[in-house]
């Protein structure tokens, strides 16, 4: 990165065009992927004689399962660029930026992999080889472990801003329930990925409850202010 010293005072706007760019490539690369496996799904079907309804079935799997990181993405995406409007912490908030586009453009290569193995099982029942079982448990688990990073790292940048000089009471307050609805989306991420894990329960399900949870006001941490 380029010294404050050399390019003279800075805010955190500078970086939303950036991440509107970085954030838009993630997402297109989810869109990118859905007809490679589409198409695989289809010669699976072909290759061993499985029915339209099967065809169907694992198709609409693929495309809720889009929707779903498509969403909490988006989620994702919102929660940054709001924090980023007005951030004192700039260099804090220099650092975390690129970790947070980095570790977000690691969601779709993962997310690929759980629709290749989801494909694989789906098709090929007890059939197929225990690897196939052992890789989409891994792939899903990669996919829950960085959105909970994700959400904790904005959890924790919110929580940083909350308490800087300077800030208004009204900015504490918004601040204050972006800390903790990032930090219950991370723990409600980390809940799901244990019980789909100890249920083995099949993808798309699990991360369209997270979807979900994205559309509502969703803060195990509000009673702290009530008591406050």
Same mark, same amino acid.
């Given at each position: 990165?380029?010294?404050?010293?050399?390019?003279?005072?800075?805010?955190?706007?500078?970086?939303?065009?950036?991440?509107?760019?970085?954030?838009?490539?993630?997402?297109?690369?989810?869109?990118?992927?859905?007809?490679?496996?589409?198409?695989?799904?289809i010669k699976e079907c072909h290759d061993h004689s499985h029915s339209f309804s099967e065809l169907s079935i694992g198709i609409a799997a693929l495309l809720l399962g889009y929707f779903a990181v498509f969403t909490i993405l988006y989620d994702i995406w919102s929660y940054h660029k709001t924090l980023l409007r007005d951030a004192i912490q700039l260099k804090l908030f220099a650092i975390s930026t690129g970790w947070l586009m980095f570790i977000a453009s690691l969601v779709p290569p993962f997310y690929y #992999?759980?629709?290749?193995?989801?494909?694989?099982?789906? %098709?090929?029942?007890?059939? /197929?080889?225990? +690897? @196939?079982?052992?890789? #989409?448990?891994?792939?899903?688990?990669?996919?829950?472990? %960085?959105?909970?990073?994700? /959400?904790?790292? +904005? @959890?924790?940048?919110?929580?940083?801003?909350?308490?800087?000089?300077?800030?208004?009471?009204?900015?504490?307050?918004?601040?204050?329930?972006?800390?903790g609805t990032a930090m219950s989306k991370c723990i409600l991420t980390l809940l799901i990925m244990v019980i789909a894990n100890t249920w083995k329960i099949s993808p798309p399900i699990p991360t369209l409850l997270l979807a979900i949870s994205t559309y509502f006001y969703f803060n195990l941490f509000e009673f702290s202010r009530q008591k406050a």
């Open positions: 990165m380029i010294p404050a010293r050399i390019t003279g005072h800075s805010t955190g706007e500078n970086w939303i065009g950036l991440i509107d760019a970085t954030y838009g490539i993630i997402l297109t690369l989810l869109v990118i992927e859905l007809p490679v496996i589409i198409l695989d799904n #992999l759980v629709n290749h193995f989801s494909v694989k099982l789906l %098709l090929h029942y007890a059939s /197929y080889p225990a +690897l @196939a079982e052992e890789g #989409l448990i891994r792939s899903h688990t990669a996919v829950y472990i %960085l959105i909970a990073l994700l /959400y904790w790292i +904005l @959890a924790f940048l919110a929580r940083k801003e909350q308490f800087q000089r300077g800030q208004s009471t009204e900015k504490r307050t918004e601040l204050f329930r972006i800390t």
